[in-house]
C-alpha cells in the first residue's frame, strides 16, 4: 500500500484544542511527499469545511476544505441523497452547522423560530439550554425526523474532555423517547463518502484515530485499515484488550511512528 489514502480524525489526533499533536504537521508533509493521499474526517459539527482548513493551516498542518469531512457536512450529502434539499430544518448546534446546511440547499432555522420543521439536527451546541431542548423536543413529537451528525460523549481539550455533541443528542432522545438518524463516526456514511470522493478503493485506505468507539469501529465496519494513536482518550492497555471491530489493525505511540 505505497500509495494510500490516510484518513485522519482531528481532535485528539492532529490537533487538540488549539495545540497540534506531536509530529501532526511533519508526518502529514511527508505523507504528502511520497505521493499518498491525506483526508481529515471529524465529528465535530461546530465547524464547517472551510473553518477546519483554516485552522489545520494556521497550525501548520496546509488542507483545502475538499480534503476536509465533517458531520454537519455530510448531513448535508445525506439531505441531498434522501430527497430532501429545500426542506425546513430546526438546528441545534453552532456556526459550522448552519453554514454547510444552508450550502447544502437546506431552509435552516434556530429554536428561535415558531416555523414548523421537517427535520430536528442536533450537534455540539455550547449554548445548549431547557429552552432548546424543549424546542427540539415538540418539533420531534410533532413528526420532524431526528437527525444526529454524531454522537460523540465528549471531545479532547488542552487540559482533558468536554461534554461533546453525543451527550446534547442523548438529552434529546431522553426527551423525545426517539432514537436519531446518525450520520458520524462509527456509522460509515462518512468514510464511504470520502471514498466515492476520492475514488480510492477501501483496501488502499487508512483510518487514523484516537478513539476505539468512533475511529476505530467506524474504520473497521467500513472495510479499511485502522490505525490507533495513543494521547486521546485511550491507553494501551485498552487498545489492547479491545476485541472485534473495536480492536485496532495498529497502535502507535504518536504521529511521528506511522510508517
Known amino acids: 500500500m505505497e500509495r494510500a489514502l490516510y484518513i485522519f480524525d482531528l481532535d485528539g489526533v492532529i490537533y487538540r484544542g488549539n495545540?497540534?499533536?506531536?509530529?501532526?504537521?511533519?508526518?502529514?508533509?511527508?505523507?504528502?511527499?511520497?505521493?499518498?493521499?491525506v483526508f481529515f474526517l471529524t465529528n465535530n459539527a461546530s465547524l464547517s469545511?472551510?473553518?477546519?482548513?483554516?485552522?489545520?493551516?494556521?497550525?501548520?498542518?496546509?488542507?483545502?476544505?475538499?480534503?476536509?469531512?465533517?458531520?454537519?457536512?455530510?448531513?448535508?450529502?445525506?439531505?441531498?441523497?434522501?430527497?430532501?434539499?429545500?426542506?425546513?430544518v430546526m438546528i441545534i448546534g453552532e456556526k459550522g452547522c448552519f453554514d454547510e446546511l444552508?450550502?447544502?440547499?437546506?431552509?435552516?432555522?434556530?429554536?428561535?423560530?415558531?416555523?414548523?420543521?421537517?427535520?430536528?439536527?442536533?450537534?455540539?451546541?455550547?449554548?445548549?439550554?431547557?429552552?432548546?431542548?424543549?424546542?427540539?423536543?415538540?418539533a420531534i413529537l410533532k413528526g420532524a425526523t431526528f437527525i444526529a451528525t454524531n454522537r460523540d460523549p465528549t471531545y479532547p481539550r488542552e487540559d482533558g474532555v468536554s461534554p461533546g455533541g453525543g451527550s446534547i443528542v442523548a438529552a434529546v432522545a431522553t426527551a423525545t423517547g426517539r432514537e436519531p438518524v446518525t450520520i458520524g463516526k462509527p456509522e460509515t456514511y462518512t468514510i464511504r463518502k470520502?471514498?466515492?470522493?476520492?475514488?480510492?478503493?477501501?483496501?488502499?485506505?487508512?483510518?487514523?484515530?484516537?478513539?476505539?468507539?468512533?475511529?476505530i469501529l467506524v474504520g473497521n465496519r467500513a472495510g479499511v485499515h485502522t490505525l490507533l494513536v495513543l494521547g486521546g482518550v485511550c491507553t494501551r492497555e485498552e487498545a489492547e484488550e479491545a476485541q472485534g471491530d473495536l480492536r485496532p489493525g495498529g497502535i502507535i505511540e504518536n504521529l511521528g511512528q506511522l510508517r
Open 19 to 37: 495545540t497540534p499533536q506531536p509530529f501532526a504537521a511533519e508526518t502529514i508533509q511527508r505523507i504528502r511527499r511520497e505521493g499518498s493521499r
Open 49 to 88: 469545511r472551510k473553518d477546519v482548513s483554516g485552522k489545520l493551516t494556521r497550525l501548520g498542518v496546509p488542507a483545502s476544505p475538499d480534503e476536509v469531512m465533517t458531520s454537519s457536512f455530510a448531513t448535508g450529502l445525506w439531505f441531498r441523497e434522501h430527497g430532501a434539499v429545500g426542506k425546513r
Open 102 to 138: 444552508s450550502a447544502a440547499g437546506m431552509q435552516v432555522f434556530s429554536p428561535d423560530d415558531t416555523t414548523d420543521v421537517d427535520f430536528v439536527v442536533v450537534g455540539i451546541d455550547r449554548t445548549f439550554n431547557y429552552y432548546k431542548l424543549n424546542c427540539a423536543q415538540q
Open 194 to 215: 470520502i471514498l466515492e470522493l476520492t475514488g480510492v478503493d477501501r483496501s488502499d485506505a487508512v483510518m487514523v484515530g484516537d478513539r476505539l468507539d468512533t475511529d
